[in-house]
C-alpha cells in the first residue's frame, strides 16, 4: 500500500528565509507526486507536480526516487506563502486516487 | 463559472440522521472523488468514481454510498450519521490521462451533534 509521510506538522521561517517542506513516500510502482496547497479559507489547489519540473510562486520540488523524498523548497519565503501543505502520491490505475500526507502548515513570520 | 461547487457548506445535524451532499462540476472530467479531512486536518480518500467503476476506499463505513445521476455529478449520502462523521468533505474532479491536476470543491463542513 502507498504511504506519503510529512514529518512536520507545523513549520515557521522569518520571512526573506529557505524552507524546505519535507515529504516521504513508499510505493511500489512509479510515483506520481504532487503538492497541493490550502491558503486560508481557500479551497486546496494545485501547487506543482514532478513531472513538471516547474517552478510555482518559487517553489520546486525534485523527486528523488533513491531516497523516496519530494521536499517542497523555496529560497526566500514571503507572508503570502503562509498556508497549508500536502504532499500526495497518485496511485496507477483507471481512476487516480490521491494519498495525502498528514500536511505541513506553513507560517512565515514578518 | 467553470469549477467545482458543494452545497450545502455547513450541515449540522443529529446523530442517527441521513444525510446527502451535493457535488457538481462543470468541467467536463471524467473522474469525480470524495475526500473526508478531519480535525487534525488529515486528508484521506473515500470514494473515487467515473462511468466505467468506483473504487471505494475499504476504511469507508457503508454508511456512506456515493451517487453519481450523471458524469457531472457525484453525491455523498450519509446514513444513520455518528459523531465520528463530523469532518470537512472535499469533492473533486480531475480529467482522464496521467499526471493530471484534481480540482477541489469549497467543501461541506459536516457537525454531528
Known amino acids: 500500500a502507498q504511504r506519503v509521510t510529512q514529518p512536520e506538522k507545523l513549520l515557521s521561517v522569518f520571512k526573506g528565509a529557505p524552507v524546505e517542506l519535507k515529504c516521504n513516500y513508499s510505493?511500489?510502482?512509479?510515483?506520481?507526486l504532487f503538492w497541493y496547497v490550502q491558503y486560508s479559507r481557500q479551497r486546496l489547489q494545485l501547487l506543482l507536480r514532478h513531472i513538471s519540473r516547474e517552478s510555482i510562486k518559487g517553489f520546486t520540488a525534485d523527486l528523488n526516487k533513491g531516497e523516496t523524498s519530494f521536499h517542497l523548497k523555496k529560497p526566500f519565503a514571503q507572508e503570502e506563502d503562509s498556508a497549508m501543505y500536502y504532499c500526495?502520491?497518485?496511485?496507477?490505475?483507471?481512476?487516480?486516487?490521491?494519498?495525502f500526507g498528514s500536511g505541513t502548515q506553513l507560517t512565515v513570520l514578518p | 463559472d467553470t469549477a467545482v461547487s458543494q452545497t450545502p457548506k455547513y450541515l449540522v445535524t443529529q446523530m442517527g440522521n441521513d444525510k446527502s451532499i451535493k457535488c457538481e462540476q462543470n468541467?467536463?472530467?471524467?473522474?469525480m472523488y470524495w475526500y473526508k479531512q478531519d480535525s487534525k486536518k488529515f486528508l484521506k480518500i473515500m470514494f473515487s468514481y467515473n462511468n466505467k467503476e468506483l473504487i471505494i476506499n475499504e476504511t469507508v463505513p457503508n454508511r456512506f454510498s456515493p451517487k453519481s445521476p450523471d458524469k457531472a455529478h457525484l453525491n455523498l449520502h450519509i446514513n444513520s450519521l455518528e459523531l465520528g462523521d463530523s469532518a470537512v468533505y472535499f469533492c473533486?474532479?480531475?480529467?482522464?490521462?496521467?499526471?493530471?491536476?484534481?480540482?477541489f470543491g469549497p467543501g461541506t463542513r459536516l457537525t454531528v451533534l
Open positions: 473533486a474532479s480531475s480529467p482522464a490521462g496521467l499526471y493530471n491536476e484534481q480540482f
Open positions: 468541467l467536463g472530467h471524467d473522474t
Open positions: 510505493y511500489s510502482g512509479s510515483p506520481e
Open positions: 500526495a502520491l497518485s496511485t496507477s490505475g483507471s481512476a487516480r486516487q490521491l494519498t
